[in-house]
């Protein structure tokens, strides 16, 4: 029997509870028997709708948008309620079906007059704004269920100065009229860019990602690290980043991925000697980092792919070197947590072998042929995506446990079609919010106040920003707060000389870390509950061993060689060289250890020397390597004359 399995029957947590605390995507209707198979049917011909419009079809971009949208708010009523806690079985209440059909009913209305409307211009009935008032809050109520309330307290807010202050019409049913035509009717609002990327890229690739879970590709990928790392000092903690690093090649959800493998890695983290704040922490942390992780990277990176114009490939290649550096960052801290409290590893005997997992690796071909047609093929990124997922079929015909069966393969275009619900809903959401903001001019305010408020340091306007990203990501999907920063902020770094590329990456980065920052740091949260440890210490804990996510943007903002930007090769080996030495030095410097206690002005000579050598440059590089180096240097002094006095 795998570890995976042997300590997964143990776990005596409640893992649904979990997510469904801390995830609302998990809060779904119960559905059993025979509706079960058809609520099932419904979502998989979604998923197969959107792969054969993204593939095949040459639809009128508004007929094709209005179109996904109305499936998602008939699909958000289908598999959402109203509120969290124990659903009736096979139950949905009249009200719900009634705002299903109107929503549904007022995309669909756009979708089938789609060229008149168009062709109307500005000219619009009352009926059709009040249909279009409807539209939206329907897609509203489905992003609450789904998604949570905090961003429709920031879509309010700013819907709320569009109808009051930030248009110029004196009548409110006039700002109404306008604010309907623009939001709804125009390719500004809930038809703008974050619902077109979802529908033509992240629904395939969520699709791909349900196939591929039915591989065995997580149990495969915690087996691996437990083989790799599991038997070093302080090994379930390793196998958690890992694990983490692999299974964001896969999935993007922070949640789900703490969940997901903390269920496993957690209670060996304690077994082993952690605390269990720390347990928790390690876990949120290293699951956090699968969104930045490439190939897949969530959905906001083919967000950026469109906002900044180049392929998705180059994005992908991008934000190699920043991930290693995170995980990395991760990775040393554990193992200085382990040395400082004298952790083991795991028995050898417990932990799988490595060569016969070696003749299991065709489970990542499906992996492989998508980095190769996203890195190397001039088709499109949906076309290696549906080949990624013929592939994810021919794999499990090499393991019975694994080989898929016809109703195998309906339960994973379901599942698809369910993940793409709430990230749907999020991106209508997130393009009425930057709809807003670009109707309204508000943008403009945004941005000439901090650059006003900045001066002419860029620092400050990174930090500005910093902050910014992370109390609006409090809650609200990283897809959403990436749009909403894409919108407001990332213009702002642009006018400060930050190069476009590096600008969306800084806020797509602070986006993803408010996962793991107070108050609302969902991941850190989760898992706490895994860990049973106090969730506010857990949360502060991993955002100490997420360190490298809150100096990486600083260093490629500054100078955007991390990022791959006018470098050369040589250039790119010495970035990776000094940048590795120095997320170890931060790392020694915020566990306070390296081979023996640090003492604080240790530590901040540490820290210093670390940042200096992450920040690409050759000055910077030398005196950040002098002074990790002098610590070092103190460390292994103080421990040699040690030596003769402990014998």
Excluded at 16 to 39: A, H, L, Q
Excluded at 184 to 207: A, D, H, M, R
Excluded at 257 to 268: E, K
Excluded at 561 to 581: F, G, K, P, R
Aim: proline share 5%.
């Amino acid at each position: 029997m795998s570890l995976f399995k042997k300590k997964k029957t143990e776990e005596p947590m409640d893992l649904d509870s979990v997510m469904k605390k801390y995830d609302r995507e998990s809060n779904v209707r119960v559905w059993e028997g025979t509706p079960r198979i058809v609520v099932n049917v419904i979502l998989a011909v979604f998923s197969l709708f959107c792969l054969y419009v993204t593939l095949f079809a040459s639809w009128l971009e508004e007929l094709r948008l209005t179109t996904f949208v109305a499936w998602i708010v008939f699909l958000g009523y289908l598999v959402f309620p109203a509120k969290k806690g124990r659903q009736r079985v096979n139950y949905i209440p009249w009200y719900d079906i009634v705002l299903m059909i109107l929503g549904t009913g007022a995309f669909l209305y756009y979708a089938f007059n789609a060229r008149t409307i168009i062709q109307q211009g500005s000219l619009f009935a009352d009926y059709q704004i009040v249909i279009g008032i409807v539209g939206v809050l329907a897609l509203a109520e489905v992003c609450r269920r789904s998604v949570g309330l905090p961003i429709l307290i920031v879509a309010g807010c700013f819907l709320i100065y569009a109808l009051t202050v930030g248009l110029s019409n004196p009548s409110l049913w006039g700002r109404m009229h306008y604010t309907i035509r623009y939001l709804f009717y125009g390719k500004e609002g809930v038809l703008s860019t974050p619902i077109n990327v979802c529908s033509k890229f992240i629904v395939v690739f969520i699709v791909f990602g349900a196939f591929l879970e039915r591989t065995g590709i997580a149990d495969y990928f915690i087996q691996v690290a437990n083989a790799l790392v599991g038997g070093f000092s302080g090994g379930p903690a390793k196998v958690a980043v890992v694990a983490s690093a692999l299974e964001g090649v896969v999935s993007g959800s922070s949640v789900a991925n703490t969940v997901g493998s903390g269920s496993v890695t957690i209670p060996l983290m304690k077994k082993a000697g952690y605390k269990p704040e720390f347990a928790g922490a390690a876990e949120a942390a290293a699951s956090t980092g699968g969104q930045i992780m490439p190939p897949i990277m969530g959905a906001a990176a083919f967000l950026m792919a469109d906002y900044v114009q180049i392929p998705y490939g180059q994005i992908a290649l991008k934000a190699v070197l920043p991930a290693l550096l995170y995980f990395t960052g991760i990775f040393i801290s554990v193992h200085l947590e382990a040395k400082k409290l004298g952790l083991r590893g795991l028995p050898r005997e417990e932990l799988p072998k490595l060569l016969p997992l070696l003749k299991k690796s065709y489970l990542l071909l499906p992996l492989a042929l998508l980095i190769y047609l996203v890195g190397t093929s001039q088709k499109s990124i949906q076309y290696a995506a549906a080949l990624s997922i013929v592939a994810c079929v021919f794999v499990t015909l090499f393991s019975r446990e694994t080989r898929i069966t016809p109703m195998r393969i309906l339960e994973a275009l379901a599942a698809g079609g369910q993940g793409s619900i709430t990230v749907a809903a999020a991106c209508g959401i997130a393009g009425i919010i930057a709809g807003t903001i670009t109707m309204t001019g508000l943008a403009n305010v945004i941005i000439n106040g901090i650059v006003v408020l900045a001066g002419n340091s860029v620092l400050i306007a990174l930090f500005l920003t910093m902050i910014c990203c992370i109390v609006l990501g409090m809650g609200v999907p990283t897809t959403a707060t990436y749009c909403i920063m894409a919108a407001t902020c990332a213009p702002i770094l642009v006018r400060m000389g930050v190069p476009l590329v590096a600008a969306h990456f800084f806020v797509f980065y602070f986006g993803i870390v408010a996962d793991l920052t107070p108050p609302v740091a969902l991941a850190a949260y989760a898992g706490a509950a895994i860990a049973q440890a106090n969730p506010m210490k857990t949360a502060l804990e991993s955002t100490k061993l997420a360190i490298g996510a809150f100096i990486v943007p600083y260093a490629f903002a500054l100078s955007p060689s991390m990022l791959l930007i006018d470098t050369t090769a040589a250039e790119v080996i010495l970035i990776v060289i000094t940048s590795l030495v120095g997320i170890a030095s931060v790392s020694a410097a915020m566990e306070g250890y390296l081979v023996g206690e640090l003492s604080w002005p240790r530590r901040a000579l540490a820290l210093v020397g670390g940042l200096m050598m992450i920040y690409p440059g050759t000055v910077t590089d030398v005196i950040g390597l002098a002074l990790s180096g002098l610590v070092v240097v103190l460390c292994f002094v103080d421990k040699k004359k040690a030596a003769p006095a402990a014998a």
